[in-house]
């Protein structure tokens, strides 16, 4: 089962199996081009295990393995940047960033908060009147699962910001299990589609 956690740290093993389990995710048959940003983490070594066999109980840092980068091109351009971290002698997927650009800029960063609201200038104002793109954010966003039986939780993540020719949307989120944990979805789906009614509303 594809569940984002692997025996492996070797990250073209890995790198082939999250690219696998986006394309199905998404519904297309070709490849997705990706590459591959190393970590900060060692191996797994017996200290390295033991410790985590402490976290289980305790929590801990999370060691970034690798960054997988993967650019994604219809039905827009977007990048997702899915962090693998070490897991005993294997890994998961923590941390994945999706992020699209805009053609329309903004006049300053707008930044979702802990009570899902927009904050920053009138653009966050006409995003919060949109109840329904609230829920769709706030069902994408997950900062907590169960990913290969351990705990994970990452940061709330989610702004758009200015940047050259336009402004960017970044959004991050964690494998969402289902089917009683035997299964994990991406929903990489979800972020088109809430990527194209802030668009819309810029």
């Known amino acids: 089962m594809n569940v984002l956690a692997y025996s492996s740290q070797d990250p073209q093993k890995v790198g082939a199996k999250v690219e696998e389990k986006l394309r ?4 297309v048959s070709g490849p997705i081009p990706y590459t591959i940003e190393k ?4 191996g797994a070594s017996l200290g390295s295990v033991l410790k985590d066999a402490g ?3 305790i929590g801990g840092k999370v060691e970034l393995l690798f960054t997988l980068v993967f650019d994604i091109a219809s039905p827009r351009q977007v990048q997702m ?7 005993g002698v294997g890994s998961h997927v923590g ?4 992020s699209t650009k805009f053609a329309k800029s903004l006049n300053s960063q707008v930044t979702l908060g802990d009570k899902g609201k927009f904050t920053g200038d009138a653009m966050a104002e006409k995003l919060n009147s949109n109840k329904d793109l609230l829920k769709r954010i706030e069902k994408f966003i997950r900062p907590k699962a169960n990913i290969g039986g351990l705990e994970i939780t990452i940061p709330r993540i989610c702004e758009i910001a200015p940047t050259d020719g336009g402004a960017i949307l970044a959004i991050g989120t964690l494998g969402r299990p289902h089917a009683m944990g035997f299964k994990i979805a991406i929903d990489a789906k979800d972020f088109f589609d809430i990527a194209a009614m802030i ?4």
Do not use: I, P, Y
């Open 81 to 87: 940047r899915a962090h693998v971290n070490r897991q």
């Open 24 to 27: 199905e995710d998404l519904g």
């Open 39 to 42: 970590g900060d983490a060692e």
């Open 199 to 202: 668009e819309a509303m810029l």
């Open 95 to 98: 941390l994945m960033l999706f």
């Open 55 to 57: 976290r289980f109980l």
